[in-house]
């Protein structure tokens, strides 16, 4: 029984003094106060991401191939379409790395006629390093002999070419990162406005659902029926090669993929209590879609996005790779493979560049995919 009134105690103990007692059954020990800063669910995610060392080297890798793309065409003093037929296959070339023998712009030719080599108009005087081979065909002396091509072919002492010339002369150092610009910027963009009609899409059908989602989903089946190639040709005969037909092939189909995903993702939602709450409070559909809802989906659109620049850079590369490229003399990393392989036997760094880059963004892209979705994982919130 509990006694409000002191008098109504015994005398002995209502003589007691008050701060004498003291409250029985009662825990006093409170929780540990935080003393961390509280850590939102992206930031938390940054942290996850930072952590993952191969996640961050494919990042610094892919701003590294960005910043090269915007600054090495405008430094190597030449243009992506600056012709010279005289310094045509020209080998690679670079400062320092020609001390070493690596990259030092010689190259052997085979089958000369021996008394040829000590003629000053066909070798000029100094070119020539050293005999490979000397061996006889038929009756005729012949050897192969290796020169330094870039004094073979009357190049300055100061000219490099990083990564040799083309067919036409043209530097590839330069030709390859104007291209790598070209490619890129083909990639974002389709994948941007991919993401934005897949968003748009997917949000209307997976939160109306019922007739509205059934007629978006099989209009979405018949386009991704569509074969790619044929629209890629049609859209070259209505608009000509360009980028502007390659962004619009990539796009036809291109967001589906993502409408399927932002549609999952409403189904997932759209019956949370918070949902229904501010449905019941009034809110407008609107603002049910794009402020209650699709933020739930940004991890998983984030991570798809990042899996889908390096596709669109493929699909670019194996357009300009059959011929639906881009119109010349506008590089791209799949013209260079395209123009490189026919040449791959003779002059193989012409290939070897361009593959290498290609596959570097491909490698890098896909990595830090990978480590966007362990990142955003919900499920692994908290987590070092």
Not at 201 to 215: E, H, N, P, Q, R
Not at 305 to 315: K, R, T, Y
């Amino acid at each position: 029984m509990i006694i409000e009134d002191r008098n109504h105690l015994p005398e002995e103990i209502a003589s007691i003094p008050a701060e004498k007692f003291q409250l029985a059954n009662v825990d006093t020990t409170t929780d540990e106060r935080f003393t961390t800063e509280p850590i939102g669910f992206y930031k938390d995610a940054a942290r996850r991401l930072m952590s993952n060392k191969i996640s961050v080297i494919s990042l610094w890798t892919i701003v590294i191939i960005i910043l090269l793309a915007i600054i090495v065409p405008n430094v190597t003093g030449y243009s992506y379409t600056e012709q010279n037929v005289g310094q045509k296959n020209l080998p690679p070339k670079i400062p320092l790395l020609e001390n070493l023998g690596i990259a030092d712009g010689t190259r052997v030719l085979t089958n000369r006629k021996k008394s040829s080599i000590s003629d000053p108009k066909r070798f000029p005087e100094g070119c020539i390093i050293e005999v490979v081979r000397e061996y006889k065909a038929g009756r005729q002396d012949v050897v192969d002999v290796k020169v330094d091509y870039y004094q073979y072919c009357n190049v300055p002492e100061n000219e490099y070419h990083w990564f040799g010339t083309d067919y036409l002369g043209r530097d590839i150092l330069t030709r390859l990162f104007k291209g790598t610009r070209i490619s890129l910027m083909i990639a974002f963009i389709s994948v941007i406005t991919n993401l934005i009609i897949g968003i748009v899409y997917g949000s209307i059908a997976g939160y109306y659902g019922g007739k509205v989602d059934l007629f978006l989903t099989h209009l979405a089946e018949v386009l991704d029926g569509l074969p790619y190639i044929v629209v890629t040709i049609l859209f070259m005969i209505l608009l000509g090669s360009g980028m502007l037909s390659i962004i619009l092939a990539l796009t036809v189909t291109g967001w589906i993929g993502t409408a399927r995903l932002t549609r999952a993702q409403f189904y997932r939602y759209k019956g949370r209590e918070y949902v229904l709450a501010a449905r019941t409070l009034g809110v407008p559909d609107r603002k049910l879609i794009f402020r209650h809802i699709l933020p739930n989906t940004v991890g998983p659109l984030i991570t798809r996005a990042m899996i889908a620049v390096p596709g669109a850079i493929f699909s670019e590369s194996f357009l300009a790779y059959i011929g639906l490229g881009i119109k010349p003399p506008e590089p791209s990393i799949g013209i260079l493979l395209s123009v490189g392989q026919n040449v791959l036997l003779q002059y193989p760094y012409q290939t070897f560049f361009p593959a290498v880059l290609i596959s570097v963004l491909m490698i890098a892209f896909n990595m830090l995919s990978n480590g966007l979705r362990d990142a955003m994982d919900p499920s692994r919130r908290g987590e070092e």
